[in-house]
């Protein structure tokens, strides 16, 4: 057995130990996080489920696939590569629907290929905006997200940009 198999079980006896040499009682402590856990989850759940249902239409209508088409010639004049465009569509929107679309990429087009290489970069450096306005704004009570929502798009696209530009750079493609 390695030590990094070994970190987590034992963090979670030195908390438990710690606490009770502090005479912490950490049965209720681990009750009253895991009560005020629940309520946050009520709070983000129906959120979530809108988010996800959105995202499940998006892809079954076609939608994604016709925008993907669309954009794939402006995205070739950027130097993204075409096959790179759902990635880019899906990704702020769902993560694991992006890993899927990633895979996709990688498995048609190879892992060591060019778009193989920006999809990974495009994956490891973005986040799901919506997913993650919708968890936290959702959590911390906030209705009206102003320009968040915009501000993250911007940054997503200009990460999806600079992928390009790092594949070509690190990999020269």
Avoid: H, Q
């Avoid at 993204?80 to 769902?94: F, Q």
């Avoid at 990974?120 to 306005?133: K, P």
């Amino acid at each position: 057995m390695t030590l990094s198999e070994l970190v987590v079980p034992l963090l979670l006896c030195f908390v438990g130990v710690y606490g009770a040499a502090r005479r912490v009682d950490v049965y209720g402590a681990l009750t009253k996080g895991a009560e005020e856990g629940l309520g946050v989850l009520l709070r983000v759940l129906p959120s979530l489920v809108g988010l996800l249902t959105a995202v499940y239409m998006f892809r079954a209508s076609g939608a994604m696939d016709w925008l993907a088409r669309l954009l794939s010639p402006l995205l070739t004049a950027l130097g993204i590569p075409p096959e790179c465009a759902p990635l880019l569509l899906v990704r702020p929107i769902s993560g694991s629907g992006a890993l899927a679309v990633g895979s996709e990429i990688m498995e048609n087009s190879g892992a060591d290929s060019y778009a193989g290489r920006v999809a990974a970069v495009m994956l490891g450096s973005s986040e799901t905006t919506f997913y993650t306005v919708a968890v936290y704004c959702g959590a911390a009570g906030i209705r009206k997200t102003r320009y968040t929502i915009p501000a993250a798009l911007v940054a997503d696209g200009v990460m999806f940009l600079l992928s390009a530009c790092a594949v070509r750079l690190f990999f020269g493609a």
